[in-house]
């Protein structure tokens, strides 16, 4: 399967635990995007990598969250002393060039308790 | 601020007729807009998009439409089937924002038969 790819698929923990989410983008998509979606809403995005470069983030990206890209391959989320108010899916999308027609990976669905 | 706005929560089309979903954006500064679809428990997936040159873009049973004087943008699909039934998002981008998209809330597409 060459598509967007994330794991785990769904993340269940207790507040004030520490989450990592994985992102896998298509192989040879340069752009790599993090987005949060709530009941109700549409994505809303976090970050945004070209390469190994993160070059914005969303105002919504608090102190506690943090997104690595090494080496412009994988990426990783984390999101620090979770709270009741991460719960949301997150999802990773690549492209090959600007944010248009990004693909999207399935999401990672956290649920903090 | 929502910049993109979907106004109807559903819609509900008999198979055969054909299935409008409106949007309206408020940033003048968008260049592209995209559709996408989305099933439940799955990342949303690209459908069709239109760059703000063009007034109309097709593809199969999928039009979208954009008046850039009104900031609005429709997608018609024709005929409708069942297995459109889905949520639609509809997103923008700016030139200038370079990675993100601004998704509207989107609209349940129910098609029944």
């Known amino acids: 399967d060459t598509g967007v790819s994330q794991n785990p698929r769904h993340k269940i923990t207790k507040r004030g635990q520490n989450v990592t989410f994985r992102c896998d983008p298509i192989?040879?998509?340069?752009?790599l995007y993090w987005y949060r979606q709530t009941l109700g809403q549409g994505p809303e995005f976090l970050t945004y990598?070209?390469?190994?470069?993160?070059?914005?983030k969303s105002r919504l990206l608090s102190d506690r969250f943090s997104a690595e890209r090494p080496k412009g391959s994988f990426s990783t989320l984390e999101i620090q002393r979770t709270e009741q108010g991460d719960s949301a899916m997150y999802l990773c999308?690549?492209?090959?060039?600007?944010?248009?027609?990004?693909?999207f990976g399935q999401g990672t669905r956290l649920t903090v308790v | 601020d929502q910049q993109v706005k979907q106004n109807s929560p559903s819609l509900s089309v008999q198979e055969g007729r054909i299935s409008i979903l409106n949007c309206d954006y408020t940033?003048?500064?968008?260049?592209?807009f995209l559709w996408y679809k989305k099933y439940p428990a799955e990342g949303p997936t690209f459908l069709i998009s239109?760059?703000?040159?063009?007034d109309k873009n097709e593809d199969g049973r999928f039009t979208v439409f954009l008046n850039k004087s009104a900031k609005h943008l429709s997608l018609h699909i024709v005929p409708s089937q069942p297995g459109d039934s889905a949520v639609y998002f509809c997103a923008a981008s700016a030139g200038s924002t370079l990675g993100r998209l601004y998704f509207g809330r989107g609209t349940q597409l129910t098609v029944w038969p």
């Open positions: 990598f070209q390469n190994e470069a993160q070059l914005e």
């Open positions: 239109i760059s703000s040159i063009k």
């Open positions: 192989s040879e998509h340069n752009r």
């Open positions: 940033n003048s500064m968008f260049d592209y």
């Open positions: 999308a690549s492209s090959l060039g600007r944010a248009a027609e990004a693909f």
